[in-house]
């Protein structure tokens, strides 16, 4: 091997690359369903963007992006995340004068140096939803439903959804000494630059990962500090759930890790709570289209990563690691290649075709048909009136006038 992809990366080979699809497609027909159009943005951002949104101290920014210069002397950052993107897009492209609620899903690669593990690569891939322009409890309830019900169509039938309010800056300014104070009393378990980051944030310890969950009870929560219009909003997504049978739990320790969010966040597991099942999670961000320059906004939105769960997808719903063609179209020969191509132009009309110019002999091709799980196989020699037909399928074979060929796949196709 000459070259070897990066630490960090993967392939999606053809042998997995059917339960991506499933994953993807099943995201999709759930944003169809309830009402998200797509936005494609940028795989690179000015670095201000992501530095004011997802936090100048927050270890996305400090730790894990990518950044380079351009040719113009311009930093650039490859996305870390998408919400920031959509929302400069959202604003650069006038979409805030358009009125009512705009809902917008996305899919690609996201970029994080991060210390790769399982389900957590250095480029990761994601599905997500944003939902601008209301403050309505419904709309937070909406987005988990929408989570939920693709989760629950992807076989995932042990659902866990976890909410946690994270306030406004009213109820974040009561509480943020409370906490700050206890973090200073335990100071002997923390390092220097660990104190340093939650004297900035003090939320951000309920997020790392090296503390455990039994020191992190002895904290106090923002949950008893919340003001009277941040508790009526979380009390509302809570009553609203309920409504609509999405069971959940109120998980006091969640904050998630981004600078933006405000009131509801939330996360979703598929299963067994470890440090990697956390399948999806979002939450509301009321005040960052105004930090990006545009009005004020209240928004939600939702991220789920691909590669955690395509690897978590139960046993019973995965798709079938190689789908192959319906047709296989066996070519006797060089002098039979125009023919064939004729055979394979009729039969992509009922399905899809796989055409065989390789140079192997007759057997060895039919061989390949069968391994790679083609329903028919089609041999096509250079002349003569008549292709030989094999239903892998039926295991019935007949001979075929070639220009019957149309009618008799349409026939075996009823």
């Known amino acids: ?84 993107s ?26 994080r140096y991060d210390r790769p593990q399982a389900g957590r690569y250095r480029q990761f891939h994601q599905v997500g939803a944003e939902a601008i322009g209301s403050a309505s409890p419904a709309l937070d309830v909406e987005i988990i439903q929408l989570v939920v019900e693709a989760l629950r169509e992807l076989g995932f039938t042990s659902v866990d959804v976890r909410v946690n309010s994270v306030g406004t800056e009213a109820s974040r300014v009561r509480y ?23 004297r900035h944030n003090p939320l ?14 002895q904290l106090p929560r923002i949950s008893d500090y919340l003001v009277d219009d941040d508790r009526v909003h979380f009390d509302g997504v809570q009553n609203m759930l309920a409504s609509v049978a999405v069971p959940f739990t109120h998980d006091v320790q969640l904050v998630r890790g981004l600078d933006y969010y405000t009131r509801t966040v939330f996360e979703v597991y598929g299963g067994e709570r470890s440090a990697q099942s956390a399948l999806c999670g979002g939450g509301r961000y009321d005040t960052l289209v105004a930090e990006c320059g545009g009005p004020d906004t209240p928004a ?50 009922f399905g899809s075709v796989e055409l065989d ?40 074979d007949a001979k075929v006038g070639f220009a019957a060929l149309r009618e008799f796949a349409l026939q075996s196709k009823k």
């Open 357 to 396: 110019v390789s140079g192997r002999s007759v057997k060895t091709q039919l061989e390949a048909a069968g391994k790679k799980k083609a329903r028919v196989a089609v041999v096509v020699d250079a002349a003569g009136p008549e292709v030989a037909y094999h239903d892998l399928a039926a295991r019935t």
């Open 300 to 349: 939600i939105g939702m991220s789920a990563g691909l590669e955690r769960i395509v690897e978590a997808l139960p046993a019973t719903s995965r798709t079938p690691e190689e789908v192959g063609p319906h047709y296989y179209v066996v070519c006797a020969g060089a002098d039979a290649e125009a023919r064939a191509l004729q055979a394979a132009r009729i039969l992509r009309e």
């Open 1 to 84: 091997m000459k070259y070897t992809r990066p630490r960090g990366t993967h392939d999606i080979t053809p042998l997995e690359i059917a339960r991506w699809q499933r994953v993807e497609h099943t995201f999709q027909r759930a944003f169809e369903r309830y009402g998200y159009r797509g936005i494609r943005t940028p795989i690179f951002e000015s670095t201000d963007l992501f530095v004011r949104a997802v936090g100048a101290q927050s270890d996305i920014v400090t730790k894990e992006m990518y950044t380079f210069t351009d040719r113009g002397g311009r930093s650039l950052t490859l996305r870390p995340e998408n919400t920031a």
């Open 176 to 198: 943020r000494q409370v906490l700050l104070d206890a973090i200073e009393s335990r100071r002997a378990d923390l390092t220097e630059d660990a104190l340093a980051r939650y």
């Open 204 to 217: 951000r310890i309920f997020d790392a990962k090296e503390y455990s969950a039994a020191f992190k009870e």
């Open 86 to 111: 959509v929302i400069r897009a959202y604003l650069e492209n006038g979409m805030h004068r358009w009125g009512g609620i705009q809902r917008l899903c996305y899919e690609g690669p996201m970029f």
